[in-house]
């Protein structure tokens, strides 16, 4: 009889709960037994095992071999155990020292051959490990995101290198921990868009303080091709935050590109898209739209073709900035800080107030077709502007003397800077005591805002929003206090709470 116990991680979530894999040899008729709720993968591990080892020049035992998964009542799923599996069986048959299993996590799915395949969500485990103390063996394809940990990562392509690095007879070197510096330049660049000063202004101050927005005018007027340059006015991603965007990629098997590891998401998924497409779902659960735009920008274009239903289900994650996706069994919490940015027509032929083409809806149409945003949705979105269409001159000009989206990016990073230094997030995050202390105004502000709450029949919620989209527009002109003008402007980009 012959133990060996080794180290690695389930996945859930983004979440990396440790798992304790114990490979037990006996006497008795030969038999592979996996316990621990295994799901059918891990169960089917067996096989490839058993290739992998024949394959790589070992012997199979003729023995009852037990592995069990603990703790046994976390349900494990994946290829991501082969290896280590393999392992504990050549560590019970002696094939290599078991102290060389101490401090160590082992991860890889095993091909026939012997051959390590990549896994999924590999990041967060690799970061639960680096602060376990633990170094990690880990497939060579998985080498580029395991490396951000600042863990001792061992890649290896086979099991072969593995065995031979745990008897000593031929080390692998460690990875230097290698944080990509790189960053592409903006794919969209703001002067490309002729006209739109109005537009420009607010994409400006949503930028600006993280703040929600809603572009509505005729089609083919600029609203996506403005909503698309919203990512490159945006500050680079710190760090940390290109860590938490990283490991939703990993969990989605999706691989690091160097270009894009501190450029914010930008996710713009179809109308048709259903509810657990856009936060979340399946029987993993896997995460959706909602958290693959985390740190980044939801453009929802044509946002009232959404089923309602849909819609509805992005109110908490946009106040929270998570999401959570509930099983029997138990809980997957995901990141989803994201900042919308929609577009719509103004009625369902789209030319409604066009001075150039006539609206063929009727009132009830249009009722119905704004109705399908519902009140606390848009009660949740700061700025809803109107799009206008160009004059025809100002399509044949130059354009020479539009700014760049580098320009206008750089007056914003200033401002994030001043509101990071200030309170430590966005204004449109700001809360309790740190929204009481930064969006205070003086009695002329609240008259204003008063008159307007009464008048277009403002929410509660309204009125902070409004009073933070305040707070942005003095950061962008560097004035310390809230005056009348910041709240007129605020009020102003509002285009939906003038309607009836």
């Known amino acids: 009889m012959s133990l060996a116990i080794l180290h690695c991680r389930a996945q859930y979530g983004i979440d990396a709960p440790p798992v304790t894999i114990e490979v037990f040899l006996s006497g008795g008729l030969p038999a592979f037994t996996i316990v621990g709720m295994a799901e059918t993968a891990v169960r089917e591990s067996k096989d490839r095992v058993r290739g992998a080892l024949l394959s790589s020049g070992f012997e199979f035992p003729q023995q009852r071999i037990t592995i069990s998964l603990g703790p046994a009542d976390m349900r494990k799923t994946g290829g991501r155990y082969d290896l280590a599996i393999a392992l504990g069986?050549?560590?019970?048959?002696?094939?290599f020292p078991k102290t060389a299993l101490v401090n160590l996590e082992f991860y890889g799915e095993l091909a026939l051959s012997g051959e390590l395949r990549?896994?999924?969500g590999m990041l967060p485990a690799v970061l639960k490990a680096h602060e376990a103390g633990r170094g990690v063996v880990v497939p060579?394809?998985?080498r580029a995101e395991a490396s951000l940990s600042g863990a001792d990562v061992y890649p290896a392509a086979s099991l072969l290198e593995v065995t031979a690095h745990l008897a000593g007879q031929a080390p692998i070197v460690p990875l230097d921990r290698a944080v990509p510096t790189e960053l592409a330049q903006a794919r969209n660049d703001l002067v490309?868009?002729?006209?739109?000063q109005h537009a420009k202004r607010a994409l400006e101050i949503a930028a600006a303080g993280g703040h929600?927005?809603?572009?509505?005018g005729p089609p083919g007027t600029g609203k996506s091709m403005l909503a698309r340059r919203l990512p490159g006015l945006l500050p680079a991603m710190s760090e940390a935050e290109a860590l938490e965007t990283a490991a939703i990629d990993s969990v989605l098997g999706k691989p690091l590109v160097s270009a894009d590891w501190r450029r914010r998401p930008f996710r713009a998924p179809h109308h048709t898209a259903s509810a657990p497409a856009l936060v979340g779902g399946g029987p993993g659960p896997r995460p959706g739209e909602v958290s693959r735009a985390h740190n980044g920008v939801l453009f929802l274009d044509e946002l009232p073709e959404f089923n309602r239903n849909v819609l509805e289900v992005l109110r908490e994650p946009m106040e929270t900035g998570v999401i959570t996706i509930s099983r029997a069994a138990r809980q997957a919490e995901y990141?989803?800080?994201?900042?919308?940015?929609?577009?719509m027509n103004p009625c369902p032929c789209g030319y409604l107030g066009d001075g150039q083409a006539d609206c063929r809806c009727s009132g009830d149409r249009v009722a119905s077709y704004r109705g399908k945003i519902s009140g606390p949705l848009l009660d949740r979105i700061d700025l809803h502007v109107e799009v206008t269409r160009p004059a025809t001159t100002v399509l044949r000009?130059?354009?020479?003397?539009a700014e760049t989206?580098?320009?206008?990016?750089?007056r914003i990073k200033n401002t994030w800077c001043v509101q990071m230094q200030r309170s430590g997030t966005s204004n449109a995050r700001l809360e309790g005591e740190r929204f009481a202390e930064h969006c205070d105004a003086d009695d002329q502000c609240w008259a204003l805002l008063e008159n307007a709450a009464e008048q277009f029949n403002l929410s509660a919620r309204a009125h902070q929003r409004v009073l933070r989209v305040s707070r942005t527009i003095a950061d962008l002109a560097d004035e310390r206090k809230i005056s009348p003008s910041h709240v007129a402007e605020a009020l102003s980009l509002r285009c939906l709470d003038r309607r009836p």
């Open 405 to 410: 989206s580098a320009t206008v990016a750089a």
């Open 140 to 142: 060579t394809e998985n």
């Open 397 to 401: 000009s130059d354009n020479a003397d």
């Open 118 to 120: 990549c896994v999924p």
């Open 335 to 343: 990141p989803a800080k994201f900042q919308l940015i929609a577009a």
């Open 89 to 95: 069986i050549l560590a019970a048959r002696k094939q």
């Open 192 to 196: 490309d868009v002729r006209g739109q």
């Open 212 to 216: 929600n927005l809603l572009f509505v």
